[in-house]
């Protein structure tokens, strides 16, 4: 069969194909839809369903993972973790790893953990099962878009959930740069620079990239910035909390939490084409308006404000030295336009958000929910040229608790650091080490993503007399390395980060077999939208 394009998204999934005629098709699951929920809903039966509810929208006695995008790839000691879980069917174990806690799913007692790669496994089965029950083909490889602020551990993580749905990836592509494909496939853009802002139901991507040729579909990424933990699910929230307010009904009655979750999705719909609804939550008549949401949706704007203005910011900054080195002649315009990409982008107020941030014209959005699994397949059939930079800085930490940065944020890849120069933290040691990290706070290693360390030997003398170099590179297949050696020769170490696998053959197959088991009891009926009975 084709190698299919999918997006793994936080609140819902898709698949894409390019035909034998060049033609890129969204998989259709009904007459009107072609995406589905990333959901994992359990019946009381112990019944596993894939894709068949909203949240909030589950039968009563039912139990259901969602946003499982937002803890993927990430660490119990992720300082922003424990407020990201909120209101969510996780929870938290110190073992340095992150599991679901099985009790939340199923009756069998807190000895059933669940990893989060084994349920973005299962909805990856159900992609794989829509594309192969609509082509009546074997589907084996994929390309899966994740998003641009992607971490090294959440892109592992996506590798590892797709192995478990026995999918091999040919490449990750971020999320807004497949989604300008397709936009260049759909409309005659002419060559030039272009903002995608990217929102989904879980993360916000911001990608500046330059069509170089519309007739090759060539894009260059020229910057990107992101919030892995900033999307729908915010505005969500918002609504959650207004409804709240306004029927007295507490947080902690999960039944009110379930109506309150499904009224607020249909409210949030609904208000972005009325200025006021009404409806029902838990036999209580609510009004809520425009204004109010747009009132309390302000911080939510204002961190959708900072992602633009940072990555515009950044990118301004080097066309000014740029500019500096042409001797003042305008290097390039910033950006044509923006693209919208996401389902979120029809929440009330937020195109005027970004709009305001970006200080641009923002395109009529179309599609926004098809784009990223169609730019996926078009990568897929190759009938796209895309040249990346890296998401995040790369750097190593050095004695006084700083970073040393070696490879900034949006270098191209592929991207060698200079050669940097450190010296031993205190005289007469004999070894160094050397950590190698992911990010950009230069102040505060401790809050930059430890990627892997070595040690690297050395005389027995005063720090001053010892000079140890070291070079990062970052590749296009998203391997990082890192060598030390001493100035006056030695031994050269060196630590290579490569897309290692977290499980073993041992271990990804009982959770395929796991999956397999979950994945078959599935309900073969999908029930009607809305039907939360």
């Known amino acids: 069969g084709p190698t299919v394009g999918i997006d793994l998204g936080t609140t819902n999934s898709g698949v894409a194909y390019v035909d034998e005629a060049g033609k890129c098709i969204s998989i ?38 969602f946003l499982t995008k937002r803890v993927l790839g990430r660490k119990s000691n992720d300082g922003r973790l424990r407020s ?184 949030k719909q609904r208000l972005s084409r009325d200025d006021e609804v009404e409806g029902d939550v838990a036999d209580v008549e609510v009004t809520v308006t425009k204004a109010e949401f747009l009132e309390k949706s302000a911080p939510v704007f204002e961190r959708i404000k900072k992602v633009i203005v940072g990555t515009l910011r950044e990118r301004r900054k080097f066309i ?94 592929p991207a060698p650091s200079p050669v940097k120069e450190f010296q031993p933290a205190e005289d007469f040691l004999e070894a160094t080490k050397i950590e190698l990290l992911q990010g950009e706070n230069t102040e505060r290693a401790e809050d930059n993503i430890l990627l892997g360390e070595f040690d690297i030997g050395h005389p027995k003398r005063p720090s001053d007399e010892v000079r140890i170099m070291a070079q990062a590179i970052a590749s296009v297949d998203e391997s990082i390395s890192v060598a030390a050696w001493l100035e006056d020769g030695g031994k050269k170490e060196s630590l290579t980060v490569t897309a290692v696998p977290r499980f073993d053959d041992r271990e990804l197959d009982r959770h395929r077999a796991k999956n397999l088991t979950r994945f078959n009891t599935r309900s073969s009926k999908r029930p009607r939208e809305g039907d939360s009975s």
């Open 320 to 413: 000014r030295e740029q500019e500096a080195r042409a001797e003042g002649k305008n290097v390039e315009k910033v950006f044509e336009c923006v693209l919208p990409v996401g389902g979120a982008s029809f929440t009330p107020g937020y195109l005027d958000a970004v709009r305001a941030a970006a200080g641009g014209d923002v395109l009529p959005p179309q599609d926004v929910s098809l784009l990223v699994a169609q730019g996926a397949a078009y990568v897929a059939a190759g009938r796209a040229v895309l040249t990346d930079v890296t998401s995040r800085g790369l750097g190593i930490k050095l004695h006084d608790g700083s970073m040393e940065l070696l490879i900034a944020k949006n270098a191209a890849l």
């Open 28 to 65: 259709p699951l009904s007459q009107d839809k072609c995406v589905f929920p990333s959901t994992i809903t359990v019946d009381k039966r112990s019944k596993w369903t894939v894709g068949a509810h909203q949240p909030g929208q589950q039968p009563k006695s039912a139990r259901i993972a």
């Open 84 to 267: 990201d879980l909120e209101g969510l069917p996780f929870e938290l174990y110190t073992t340095g790893d992150l599991y679901i806690d099985g009790e939340s799913l199923v009756d069998k007692g807190p000895d059933e953990l669940v990893y989060p790669e084994e349920l973005a496994g299962l909805t990856l089965m159900e992609a794989k099962r829509v594309a192969e029950e609509h082509l009546n083909k074997r589907i084996k490889k994929c390309v899966i878009a994740i998003p641009a602020y992607f971490t090294h551990d959440q892109r592992q993580a996506t590798r590892d959930a797709a192995r478990i749905a026995g999918l091999e990836i040919v490449r990750l592509v971020n999320e807004p740069s497949a989604a300008a494909i397709a936009y260049a496939h759909k409309s005659p853009l002419r060559d030039g620079m272009y903002l995608v802002c990217d929102i989904g139901g879980g993360t916000f991507d911001v990608s500046l990239l330059r069509l170089e040729n519309q007739s090759t579909k060539a894009f260059v990424v020229k910057a990107t910035g992101g919030d892995n933990c900033l999307g729908g699910e915010d505005f969500t929230r918002v609504l959650m909390d207004l409804l709240y307010e306004k029927t007295g009904f507490s947080k902690d009655d999960s039944d009110a939490a379930r109506k309150a979750r499904a009224a607020a999705e249909q409210f």
